[in-house]
């Protein structure tokens, strides 16, 4: 069961209506299936929201549930206007109960968030591969024993995040990321069935797009990582941060198509901002 402790600021938002940390009642989140996004704010902003919306209501259609997206977004607003901080990770999920007549609470609140650091830019960051896989991919549905396994070996060999690896040997993703290998100024990524599609990650293939860099998407086996110049994390709190180490195997951090798509990626990040408050 998640932890209240998870909040990080004075107030959070369920359904509508704004609550002290203090009155949180741990039975709210012992529903049957919790759906959920991690938004990232910035300078008071929830960047990308309206995908973050989209993924959400469609992860929810997935997993055959109907929100009301409007009460989400005022939910989020109330959160952020009530807050003290202007960057800091938010969560909002939608915790569904056994009885289907039982409509769903929504939650909206900050959570306690750790951003790379320059070095980790500079440096690349270390890996570790798991064997493991999402049940539904796409859904970006709470899966506890996957991120307390993920987070137990985390810990205990002190790398920045672990790679899963399906029974057919295939990287896939992170556990709380995307992840892309680089070779002859090209870019791969799982298919995105076999993945949660990341906003990030779609920013990403964004980017490659429109500078016409190739950007594939096909299975990449364990066996092939040799055969790569670089590799590189997507998501909310990393953005695009290079890989130092996957495992055993070392890799190129200064790569200069990681540098180049890590640079338009958070100049896409300011010009949202800017769009967002003009």
């Known amino acids: 069961m998640e932890n209240p402790v998870e909040q990080s600021e004075r107030f959070f938002v369920k359904d509508g209506l704004l609550i002290v940390r203090e009155s949180f009642q741990p039975q709210w989140l012992q529903g049957k299936q919790t759906i959920y996004e991690v938004v990232?704010?910035?300078s008071g902003i929830p960047l990308f929201i309206e995908d973050h919306i989209s993924r959400f209501e469609e992860s929810c259609n997935l997993m055959g549930y109907q929100i009301n997206t409007c009460k989400?977004?005022?939910d989020i607003e109330l959160c952020i206007t009530n807050s003290q901080?202007?960057?800091?990770?938010l969560k909002f999920s939608a915790v569904f109960n056994e009885l289907a007549s039982v409509p769903p609470i929504f939650l909206s609140y900050f959570i306690p968030t750790k951003y790379p650091s320059l070095s980790d830019y500079e440096k690349g960051v270390t890996t570790e591969l798991i064997s493991a896989s999402r049940q539904s991919p796409?859904?970006?549905?709470?899966?506890?024993?996957?991120r307390q396994q993920a987070n137990e070996i985390i810990e205990s060999k002190g790398v920045y995040e672990v790679l899963l690896v399906n029974e057919k040997g295939e990287i896939t993703e992170g556990?709380?990321?995307n992840f892309f290998a680089v070779k002859n100024n090209q870019v791969f990524t799982a298919p995105s069935p076999d993945v949660l599609n990341g906003i990030t990650r779609k920013k990403v293939v964004e980017i490659c797009q429109n500078q016409a860099i190739q950007c594939s998407e096909i299975p990449i086996h364990i066996e092939q990582l040799t055969?790569?110049?670089?590799a590189f994390l997507t998501g909310t709190s990393p953005k695009v941060l290079p890989i130092h180490q996957i495992g055993s195997l070392f890799l190129k951090t200064n790569?200069?198509?990681?540098?180049?798509i890590g640079a338009l990626y958070d100049s896409k990040?300011?010009?949202y901002i800017y769009l967002t408050k003009k």
């Open 138 to 146: 796409n859904a970006k549905v709470e899966n506890k024993s996957l």
């Open 175 to 177: 556990s709380r990321s």
């Open 72 to 74: 989400v977004l005022k």
């Open 269 to 271: 990040i300011n010009e």
């Open 255 to 260: 790569h200069p198509l990681v540098l180049f």
């Open 85 to 89: 901080t202007t960057e800091k990770n």
């Open 227 to 230: 055969s790569f110049e670089a």
């Open 40 to 42: 990232r704010v910035n």
